[in-house]
């Protein structure tokens, strides 16, 4: 991680809770397939600066299928097929903006505007979805929230899905733009996640307050 978040977070990562979540994780490694790899878990923070996060999209836990998950939520790899809740994040991007749908669901140039790709967990079993849940994570999320809401120019925050919807408490409405809706999952996709218009939201919040715009459209 870099230095500028290793000083944004040095009291959770000194913390002894955070070194036991380290060790769950070393433990996990060996018994099976854990996602993302080692060197990517910490992917998001590395492609984004602390001072340079004007957005957090925050989801809920890595893919758990091999070769998909790379460290940024809802990202894959270049040249992996778009997996279904991606899918539906793109379309709602068509909708919302107008624009073609991408080719790729590579979301690092995302990250490279200023967009930190969070998840509330970020790591996971193969195939064993939450299977990393309530072992520190959420707690080290949270604490990424706090660092962001607290003391630095204020963010506009997405929260797709119940996990991340619990992080709204640790933010100032007045203060930050708060956009909540449904998970982009094909489960819950049409109880509010359609619709939503989330990327117009956000550059629409930016533009007043003098921010350039994020360019959504992965070209």
């Known amino acids: 991680m870099s230095p500028d978040w290793r000083q944004a977070l040095a009291e959770e990562l000194g913390s002894i809770r955070h070194e036991r979540l380290l060790r769950f994780v070393a433990a996990e490694r060996q018994i099976g397939p854990v996602f993302p790899a080692p060197e990517e878990v910490f992917a998001a923070f590395d492609l984004c600066p602390f001072e340079a996060v004007k957005v957090v999209i925050l989801g809920q836990d890595p893919y758990h299928g091999p070769g998909q998950a790379h460290g940024l939520c809802f990202s894959v790899p270049p040249g992996v097929p ?20 991408p080719s790729s669901g590579d ?16 790591t996971v ?35 797709w899905g119940a996990p991340a919807q619990k ?40 533009a007043s307050r003098g921010q350039t715009p994020i360019d959504w459209s992965l070209k």
């Open 82 to 101: 778009p997996p279904p809740s991606l899918k539906n994040i793109l379309k709602e991007l068509q909708d919302d903006l107008g624009q073609a749908t």
């Open 107 to 122: 979301l690092s140039p995302w990250a490279r505007q200023g967009v930190l790709l969070l998840n509330t967990t970020l």
């Open 125 to 159: 079993r193969q195939g064993e979805p939450f299977s990393h849940a309530k072992q520190g994570w959420e707690e080290f999320s949270d604490a990424v929230i706090r660092a962001l809401a607290q003391g630095r120019e204020p963010c506009a925050f997405i929260l």
């Open 167 to 206: 992080k709204a408490k640790l933010l100032d409405p007045s203060r930050h733009l708060v956009h909540t809706s449904a998970h982009p999952s094909p489960l819950s996709v049409y109880r509010g996640f359609y619709g939503s218009k989330p990327f117009s939201a956000v550059n629409s919040w930016l």
